[in-house]
């Protein structure tokens, strides 16, 4: 699965902004983001399970934040750091 | 993961004294200032983590080397990094406070951010407490590689009644802040909760009671009720654990154990002054002097420098008489506001005080609080400072 991420995650990855990941659902996808990256979830979904509120995922062109959203092959999942104030 | 920064030392000098690191943590990142031994010199370092919201920063006193700092940015959730070198590189937390996930279905907590740091026990060497919003409080028994939830406090039954179910109005969220572990007893421990009052606890936190007789709480419809209250603050010197200090939403209190009812001393300070305020800080090795920022706590409360005028003001009875120190402030037009952390003592003789502000300057004084000297300036807003002697 491609993931597009955002600058907030440079720490973790290190800049890179494009990652390929395996996982059959979100939630799948973002486990394997934190294999590759560790501790890279928890700043992006809490403890619940949750989307952080200033984090949108985008599945494709949809805004998506349930984890147990199902994935297809092609599918580009999008992680955005969205507007949090100054 | 944070990447290593590299800090620089200042130059030997004054007579052999220690130096001080002054750790002020701000909106926007960690900055770290090191005195000389006369600590007139200041020497900062920094911006450590810039751009992430830092609540805390604390050395810890039992190996003077590693630093724990609390960190969020604005869009990433919390965690807390960990230097060992005193700052020079930093590690991020393996396993962050958090709460402990829900079955599906219901509504679980999450922690929004750390908020305070507290290194465990002298006898317990990698032990610290940590302090969130919203309110739980959280231990690390590995120096804060990971870190544990302390269930006594955060399922306990009254937790929603204590917390006002984590929902009140205190900005930037609820708060559990000011944990104290008695020197004499590691399992004897005191928190604050704003709101929700002083809380203790004599079995390690397995089980937590209020606190708070004694303390007004003038914005609940109940007269002196066991809980709810706004503690801003609190200390506990180390030469007199069972005396305890509290700046409140609503006065300045002392406490002397085993009673169990705090006595409002803040009315001895000057009227037109008030006893508001946010931080205080107790005297190393003397028990009975304190000092205190007083805030405008009137109208619609603008926590500001009273007339614009900022002062510290000093007791040196525990309460009962309070001085005024201003001599180095500027003294008209500056409305500063001192958050609870941002304002401490460090160790030496005698006593170094440090205050941030939110104007985002750092102020010092080398002689207990009688004159002042801004050390930083145009630093994001300050939100703690923390002061102590590194190895």
Not at chain 1, 23 to 43: E, H, I, M, N
Not at chain 2, 31 to 50: E, V
Not at chain 2, 79 to 101: C, H, I, M, N
Request: with cysteine; net charge positive; proline share 9%.
């Amino acid at each position: 699965m491609r993931v597009r991420l955002p600058s907030p995650l440079d720490s973790y990855t290190g800049g890179l902004r494009t990652v390929d990941l395996p996982g059959g659902d979100l939630g799948a996808v973002l486990a394997a983001l934190d294999a590759r990256f560790p501790g890279a979830r928890f700043r992006i979904v809490d403890e619940q399970g949750r989307v952080r509120t200033h984090i949108n995922v985008f599945v494709n062109a949809e805004r998506v934040g349930d984890l147990g959203h199902p994935l297809a092959p092609g599918d580009e999942v999008m992680i955005v750091a969205a507007l949090s104030g100054g | 993961m944070a990447k290593a920064k590299k800090a620089s030392r200042p130059k030997a000098g004054g007579g052999g004294q220690r130096r001080v690191l002054v750790l002020a943590a701000t909106r926007k990142g960690l900055f770290l200032l090191r005195s000389d031994g006369t600590r007139r010199a200041w020497r900062q370092d920094g911006p450590h983590f810039l751009g992430c919201i830092i609540h805390h920063a604390v050395l810890d006193p039992r190996d003077r080397r590693t630093v724990l700092a609390a960190a969020r940015t604005g869009h990433l959730g919390p965690t807390v990094y960990r230097s060992r070198d005193l700052g020079r590189t930093w590690k991020e937390s393996a396993r962050p406070p958090q709460f402990p996930k829900v079955p599906e279905g219901q509504k679980g907590r999450a922690v929004n951010h750390t908020f305070w740091l507290t290194p465990g026990h002298a006898s317990e060497p990698g032990a610290w407490y940590a302090g969130t919003s919203p309110q739980g409080l959280f231990r690390s028994r590995d120096g804060g590689e990971t870190w544990d939830p302390v269930a006594g406090f955060n399922d306990n039954p009254m937790w929603g009644k204590w917390t006002s179910d984590g929902q009140d109005g205190t900005p930037d969220g609820p708060k559990l802040h000011s944990i104290l572990v008695d020197p004499r007893d590691p399992a004897h421990l005191y928190f604050g909760l704003s709101s929700g009052g002083v809380f203790e606890s004599a079995d390690a936190g397995a089980s937590w009671r209020p606190l708070n007789k004694g303390v007004v709480a003038d914005f609940l419809p109940v007269k002196d009720p066991e809980y709810g209250h706004d503690p801003h603050c609190l200390v506990q010197p180390a030469s007199r654990p069972d005396r305890l200090y509290q700046q409140n939403h609503c006065g300045f209190y002392r406490i002397d154990r085993p009673s169990d009812r705090w006595e409002r001393v803040g009315r001895n300070m000057p009227k037109a002054v008030g006893d508001v305020g946010f931080p205080v800080v107790v005297h190393p090795r003397d028990p009975e002097r304190i000092w205190t920022v007083p805030m405008d706590g009137t109208t619609v409360w603008p926590r500001t420098s009273v007339g614009g005028r900022p002062a510290v003001f000093e007791s040196r009875d525990g309460g009962g008489r309070w001085r005024r120190h201003d001599r180095g402030f500027p003294r008209r037009q500056a409305w500063w506001t001192v958050k609870r952390q941002a304002f401490a003592a460090d160790g030496r003789d005698p006593v170094g005080l440090y205050l941030g502000t939110t104007g985002g300057e750092v102020w010092a004084s080398r002689d207990e609080g009688a004159s002042w000297r801004c050390v930083a300036r145009h630093l994001p807003q300050v939100y703690a400072v923390t002061a102590a002697e590194p190895a």
